[in-house]
């Protein structure tokens, strides 16, 4: 185990448990595989309690998972990292706190050209981004890919590796004007306000009768259906989430009648299901971080004691890109 410093952005999926301490230093002795860091930067992906109509998908509230943060001190069987190493982790709980110990192998360097900041916004958006695209979609450049609730933090990590890594094409679809207009800036040649009509018209007028190859969808609903039906053929589509708080049902005819694919992709989970492929993905966006291939957007940042407005900020649907807590 290992003893850290943090930054935390906001997500709520993990692999082992994590304990931080807010109060001060850990006095307990370290396991001999695990350190001990302080936190500087930690992501803010929630995972409250949300009520879907008649489904309650979440019973606990998850403190954040991903973290940018310094190692203090190594256990005696630790040889990946060391005293003063910047890494970044992802666990399941407990990450908006001072101090944590964690298992070496829930961590990655930080290379030098990356900043805390930066790094904190990886874990979660960009592992899943790339899981969905990369290793779910198998998306080809030149294709066209239909980004739901474009401007949150995972839509914004899809229009990056999109557009700059695998070369293809994106229509972004997102809730307001302001939205629309933040991921065409990051890199969508399209973009689509659905609360003012059909998502499915608006991308007939796109790309006419052909439809998308790729849809990546965060919001379910209706909006999943519209992104669903507007799929080409051979299309496909993965679920990220519902954020707009109803979960559709697959019609199955159109998976037939037009041989589309429809899959799921709860990316942190690959790191206690599939460990190399979550450790390759991560390992890729910072490596396309460190090329400048692609640009992390941090649409906010509180302070730990502000951590009821950051709620606020992202629960109020207010937020764009990751929301960051901040120690510093």
Known sequence: MMIMKSEFSFPCFG??????????????????????????????????VLSFTDNLIFKQIALGVEFSGIVLE????????????????????NCMAGECIIDHKALWQIPEGISLREAAVLPASYSTAILA??????????????????????????????????????????????????????GAQFSVNYSQGSLKEALGKLVGSRGVDVAID???????LEALRSLAWEGRIVVVGFAGGTIASVPANLLLLK?????????????GQNFPVFSRALSSAIQYCLEGRIHPYIGAVFKLEEVNDAFLHVINRTSMGKVLLSLK
């Open 259 to 271: 041989n589309i694919s429809a899959m799921g992709i709860f990316g942190v989970r690959y790191q």
């Open 133 to 186: 695209l990369e290793h779910r979609a198998r998306t080809q450049p030149g294709e066209t890919v239909l980004v739901t609730a474009a401007a949150g933090a995972t839509g914004l990590a899809v229009i990056d590796v999109v557009t700059n890594v695998l070369q293809a094409k994106v229509i972004a679809a997102a809730g307001s004007e302001e939205k629309c207009k933040l991921a065409m800036q990051k």
């Open 15 to 48: 692999y082992h448990t994590l304990t931080f301490f807010p109060g001060g230093r850990n006095t307990n002795p370290l396991g001999s595989r695990k350190l001990m860091g302080q936190a500087v930067d930690k992501g803010f992906l929630v995972s409250l």
């Open 74 to 93: 190594t256990g005696r069987d630790v040889h990946t990292v060391k005293e003063g190493d910047r890494v970044i982790g992802l666990r399941r709980l």
């Open 218 to 224: 965060t919001v379910g609903g209706d909006v999943f």
